[in-house]
């Protein structure tokens, strides 16, 4: 490539020696592709970061001037019992979204068989990672509802008194939890199918012979060879959980009186719903999870890096 | 989208009137109800303007109410329309106290408001100046199937007692007395107002939510445990905490439930819902406490002008024009509400009668709970109330919790 530009200078016949921006085009060129993405990542992401954490610092309402209020919103934080409810039931979805992974996995081997019509079963089962959040949400809390739900129905059957699921404290985000996971489940799934798509037939006949079967099989056969369909697996799940504000904003907003909160609904709950517009506090509580959703984009970023170092 | 459609429409409707004789003048007004009615009830009105003013261009922004009270704070900033829908009391206070709102006093004085618009005069008021033009407001009380109580053989209840009493009786042929959905919170905020304005009366109401009386002052707590006396027997209906205002009233349509706390403009939907006049009724909420002035919630709508229209003068004759007596009858009946307009005539619909007559007699009329306190109050008391619904043994302790968010809000 040197030559290259040696030669063009050449052909200009200039005795000028070639200028920096000719000099150094090979290594500035990446730049230039990359200077769009930057710009706009910048602008939207990395510098509301920053705002945001310069906000969490002032008591504003949006409208009238901002006060100047230090840490105040922080230890407000702090004595905040919803932040807490918020923060446990964080961990909750974080835990028990984790069980799309393997159910995933489990309805991708079931179907992973050559029958009839198999592309529609599949597809069937795919189907409700392709329907809003919304519409998952909606049909659950008409499922949960006690008088004329799904569960209802069923529970009257054994003569028991239904349970108001969404309406309940204690039951509430489990039941949130339980429909993200009919859509998060499809979607696992289909990483899992797509990976055993390319799981070695020499590796399956080989360990036939010498005698593995079922669990053994799968253990050390068929899922070392799906690791990329589970990292991914793993954290789309992760993100999904941690996203899990759709499904929260139409089933209950958040209510009981804020049992179902997570942090990322009561961040928008404070700072932009009817009753809030502290953009000082819900600053605050973005702060917050940012720092604990760095923690985890750390370990995928050191992840990756490792993979990629070989 | 729709707004940008209207307004080109509205740019090319202008453009192909070159020849007309007078420049118009552009009066942008932003509504805020889709709903059949009031639509209806609005876009009269603006026909009726538009006749009187041939020389004023209007152009309408109807939005749905929910995406109104998010988008306001853009709009009011960023490209105010020189009239907008919004509410009185608490409500308009971050805006007045942010300067978005102009002072229309003047108007108040010259067109004798302050006479006419008297009932909701202090509502529209902060820092003793007027900052709106209030053109509906509606009554809240009891909404009742007529036709259950009449099967069994209950009277409309006049005190606490009697409500307690018709209400074990309803129990006991198994019919929810009372139909309430606190999703959405507000319905709950009704039920304490009314409790609160019976047994303390106005100035206690006035008092609480401006900050002035703890939730633990033993008033106060006389309002939660008449509360628990409708709550402990489950005179609730169950699983209200997953339902609308909507949703709760189907129980009250099916006839499972009987009663519904709430404001008039229900009647709308329980008639849609297949109820006739001769099934439902109103009986304004019992007396608590002998002796308490009857005071009502009361909640009005109305008109304001942003400080950055850019058509103020027009926008003064808007205010004006909504305010007068034959607008606001004819608007009100349409809608289904009440006129403020002392000089306009009620609409002859029975609830409209029975309505106008319980408020026009009330010592005081109160906005409502989330509009007569500040905003962050009313979602942290509202969240309260409805914990309370559902665990009344967990009484102190909410109210504990409510004073510390009262001492942080008015500081």
């Known amino acids: ?310 | 989208m729709l707004n940008i459609i209207k307004r080109s429409a509205a740019a090319l409707a202008v453009a192909s009137l070159v020849s007309a004789p007078v420049l118009a003048r552009d009066l942008v007004i932003n509504f805020d109800d889709p709903n059949p009615a009031p639509k209806e009830g609005f876009e009269t009105a603006v026909e009726k303007f538009k006749a009187a003013n041939p020389d004023i261009n209007v152009i309408v922004n109807i939005t749905d109410r929910e995406a109104h009270k998010t988008a306001i704070r853009n709009f009011l900033s960023a490209e105010a329309p020189d009239v907008t829908s919004w509410y009185p009391g608490n409500r308009m206070a971050p805006f007045v106290n942010a300067g978005q709102f102009e002072d229309v006093s003047d108007l108040w004085e010259a067109e004798g408001f302050n006479e006419s618009l008297a009932s909701t005069q202090s509502a529209m008021t902060i820092d003793g100046k007027q900052w709106g033009v209030p053109y509906t407001y509606y009554q809240w009380g009891i909404y009742y199937r007529k036709d259950i109580f009449e099967a069994n053989g209950i009277d409309v209840p006049a005190t606490w007692d009697e409500l307690l009493a018709a209400s074990a009786k309803l129990k006991a042929a198994e019919i929810t007395p009372i139909t309430i959905g606190t999703k959405f919170l507000w319905t709950a905020a009704g039920v304490f107002d009314y409790l609160n304005l019976r047994t303390n009366g106005y100035e206690v109401h006035n008092d609480l939510t401006a900050g002035k009386i703890k939730y633990t002052d033993p008033r106060i707590v006389d309002v939660f445990n008449k509360w628990k006396e409708l709550v402990e027997p489950g005179y609730f209906i169950e699983n209200h905490a997953t339902m609308s205002w909507q949703d709760a009233l189907a129980p009250f349509v099916q006839g499972e439930a009987a009663m519904y706390v709430m404001g008039n403009f229900a009647v709308a939907a329980m008639r849609d819902a297949g109820l006739t006049d001769d099934q439902i009724d109103y009986f304004p909420f019992p007396e608590i406490t002998p002796g308490v002035p009857r005071a009502e919630e009361a909640p009005a709508d109305a008109f304001f002008i942003p400080s950055n229209a850019k058509n103020k003068e027009d926008a003064r004759k808007f205010l004006a024009f909504v305010a007068q007596p034959d607008v606001q009858t004819e608007w009100n009946a349409t809608i289904g509400q009440l006129p403020i307009n002392s000089n306009s005539s009620v609409g002859d619909d029975k609830f409209l009668q029975k309505g106008f007559e319980t408020v026009s007699t009330a010592q005081g009329l109160a906005q409502f709970y989330d509009r007569d306190a500040p905003a962050e109050m009313a979602k942290g008391g509202m969240e309260g109330f409805q914990e309370f619904m559902i665990k009344p043994e967990r009484m102190d302790a909410i109210l504990e919790r409510l004073d510390k968010i009262q001492d942080r809000v008015y500081k």
């Open chain 1, 1 to 310: 490539m040197t030559t290259a530009s040696g030669n063009a200078a050449t052909l200009q016949g200039s005795a000028k020696p070639p200028s920096w921006l000719h000099r150094n085009r090979i290594k500035l060129a990446p730049w230039f592709f990359l200077l769009p993405g930057l710009i706009f990542f910048s602008v939207y992401v990395i510098i509301p970061i920053f705002q945001s954490i310069w906000i969490s610092l002032f008591a504003w309402d949006g409208l009238g001037a901002k006060e100047w209020v230090g840490m105040a919103n922080y230890v407000e934080l702090i004595d905040d019992d919803r932040f807490y409810t918020s923060l446990k039931n964080n961990l909750w979805w974080l835990v028990l979204y984790m069980l799309a992974v393997p159910a995933g996995l489990a309805i991708a081997l079931f179907l992973n068989q050559t029958v009839t019509g198999i592309r529609f079963y599949k597809s069937m089962f795919f189907f409700p990672f392709v329907i809003s959040q919304v519409v998952v949400g909606l049909i659950f809390s008409w499922f949960y509802n006690p008088s004329f739900g799904v569960v209802g129905i069923v529970w009257e059957f054994f003569g028991a008194t239904p349970p108001s699921i969404l309406g309940d404290e204690d039951l509430v985000t489990f039941g949130i939890i339980f429909a993200g996971l009919w859509p998060q489940i499809a979607y696992c799934m289909i990483l899992y199918l797509t990976g055993l798509n390319n799981v070695s037939p020499d590796q399956v006949e080989a360990g036939r012979l010498d005698n593995a079967k079922g669990w053994k099989m799968l253990w050390y056969i068929i899922l070392p060879q799906l690791k990329p369909a589970t990292f991914i697996a793993i954290v789309v799940t992760v993100i999904g959980a941690l996203r899990s504000f759709d499904l929260i904003a139409i089933m209950t907003q958040g209510g009981p009186y804020g049992s179902s909160n997570v942090l990322a609904y009561f961040m928008f709950e404070t700072a932009l719903s009817e009753y809030g517009f502290r953009y000082g506090y819900g600053s605050a509580i973005a702060t917050v999870l940012f720092v604990i959703m760095l923690v985890y984009i750390s370990f995928f970023l050191w992840r990756m890096y490792q993979d990629e170092k070989g």
